[in-house]
């Protein structure tokens, strides 16, 4: 019967409910959103950097695996590493931020098209002069360019040559030495892929290389995806961490404003469960039903807003973002919106348990 | 002594109105046998709604004894009080006092629920609903009811647990002059057919005419 009445009392004032509920929501799909975009560009980053079909992955000594690093490897180092043994062919690059996470890449396309097997073009085709760029069919979809249009990248205008499959490595791609030029980097190089005449010989010349060259970071291809994971983007934790605490905050804000309205404007009907022998514990235990029941809605509702958020992204910005679902999320999310739902509902509920029966009677 | 089922002896109640104490009872005693229609009568502001708020076990007295049943309501813990109203007393309201979001069998199964009472109710509250005239209606929320309809509903609902008395405050304080003439002499058929203690409050001494015995309230005492 307790039930019923939560349910009927959510029923009564569906747009406070529904409201309630939105606002639990919003905080439950927050999480999930930022969770599953963080795990989406990380995997697609994954996903990207094994479509290029190289073998190992180098990086600048004191770089990070996963962050822009600087161009810091002298290109001349291209000669050392195709003179070792096994590796036959090896591609040099450098990367560029342009913007949140998004960045420009900046390739010899011949050495890269040996590596890589070669772009497949949609449109157009391979840049032929020093101001053109490649851009992947999710960057063309999404700001609706063709091959021949003029973009506007590093404060200049350059004109697609082509547009490219996307999956190998980057979305934007120019020539390497007109980027190197242009960010200040000539002859320098922010990363270098090794194919090898064997793959199953990876770990073997990967360890050959880190004794040649210690400072450099230097991984298989199957080590260099394992490092795309939230724990290892430095603050990354941390900032679902405060996520989730603002969620907490705002479920705690969002549900005692409202329980304590309800509280406020179920006065009468409090006096009358004590008048029929309600214990201060069953009102509170009715409040916090009602509590509940609304965190799970919102957190029904959270997920759909996840959905939806993926789906939006999907849509509008495919080429900068991508999201996942994250269903090893969801308890976690249901955790947070019950603890902040119930922390609200805690002051609410005490002013309930202890409302002098008499006076809850005579309020109008 | 066995037939008295409210038994009330010197009893005050002296509330505090920030620095100023206000006598609501001035020593009240009375004795209410087991099956008895007792109507209160008295102006406002003689106690006769305190001494409701005291016998339902709302509010502790000060001083005095009140015993319900053979138990002393003078030494009893919120807890307990909270037992009383559970198990020995019903309260029908002048407003009612049905819960909006519920129907009117929902209103009457929240008490019984409140008491952990599971199970459908027996076929003898069944020609109670019968007697009221809300068989029919029981699957109407407040809302859709008359005042008198909902009236009957309180009453259905404050007896459904069988207790030892009815409590009635002012119970046809918003009801016109048929529905009145309806809800008192459902009142007393209860006290008839079932023995019912009832103990009603009112100011209308044509509602107190009903009762088996009238006694008069002023300045906190009872008077005759």
Sequence with gaps: MINKLVIENLKHRPLRTALTAFTIG???????????????????????????????????????????????????????????????????????????????????????????????????????????????????????KKAGDVIQLLNRPWKIAGVVEAGKLGRLFVPRDTLQELTGNTGKLSQVLLKLDD???????????????????????????????????????????VIIALSIVLGFVVVSLTMYAAVLERTREIGVLKSLGASPGYVVNLLLRETSLLAVIGWITGILLAFGSRWAIRTFVPAYLTQQIVPDWWPIAFGVALTGALLGALYPGVKAARQDAIEALSHE | MSDTIIAIRDLRKIYRVGDVEVAALRGVNLDVQRGEFLAVVGPSGSGK?????????????????????????????????????????????????????????????????????????DAQFDEILKMLG???????????????????????????????????????????????????????????????????????????????????????????
């Excluded at chain 1, 360890?207 to 230097?218: N, R």
């Excluded at chain 2, 009383?84 to 009612?96: A, E, M, S």
């Excluded at chain 2, 008395?165 to 009801?175: H, S």
């Design chain 1, 26 to 144: 919003m905080q439950v799909m927050m999480i999930l959103t930022l969770v599953g975009i963080s795990r989406g560009l990380l995997a697609d980053s994954a996903r990207r950097a094994q479509g290029v079909g190289a073998d190992i992955w180098v990086r600048p000594p004191g770089s990070s695996a996963i962050s822009f690093s600087s161009a810091g490897m002298p290109q001349g180092i291209l000669r050392y590493f195709s003179k070792q043994p096994h590796v036959v062919h090896v591609a040099g690059m450098v990367v560029h931020p342009i913007g949140g996470v998004n960045t420009v890449t900046g390739v010899d396309l011949e050495e890269f098209n040996r590596l890589s097997g070669g772009f497949r073009y949609l449109d157009g085709g391979p840049f032929q002069g020093r101001e053109e760029v490649l851009v992947d069919e999710f960057y063309a979809e999404q700001n609706k």
């Design chain 1, 199 to 241: 793959s199953k010989l990876t770990d073997q010349v990967v360890a050959s290389l880190k004794k040649e060259l210690p400072d450099y970071q230097i991984y298989s291809i199957a080590e260099f995806t394992s490092l795309f994971t939230v724990s290892n983007v430095p603050g990354l934790s941390a900032f679902i961490g």
């Design chain 2, 49 to 121: 709604s305190t001494l409701f708020h005291i016998l339902g076990g709302l509010t502790p007295p000060t001083s005095g004894n009140v015993y319900i049943d053979g138990r002393d309501l003078m030494g009893m813990s919120e807890a307990e009080r909270t037992n009383l109203r559970k198990t020995t007393v019903g309260f029908v309201f002048q407003k009612y006092n049905l819960l909006p979001t519920l129907t009117a069998a929902d209103n009457i199964e929240i008490a019984r629920s409140i008491a952990r009472k599971n199970g459908k109710w």
């Design chain 2, 134 to 224: 809300i068989k029919a209606r029981l699957h109407h929320k407040p809302r859709a009811m008359s005042g008198g309809e909902q009236q009957r509903v309180a009453i259905a609902r404050a007896i459904v647990n069988e207790p030892a008395i009815l409590l009635a405050d002012e119970p046809t304080g918003n009801l016109d002059t048929e529905n009145s003439n309806t809800v008192l002499s459902l009142l007393r058929d209860l006290n008839k057919r079932l023995n019912q203690t009832i103990l009603m409050i009112t100011h209308n001494p044509e509602a107190a005419a009903f009762a088996d015995r009238i006694v008069q309230m002023r300045d906190g005492r009872i008077v005759s």
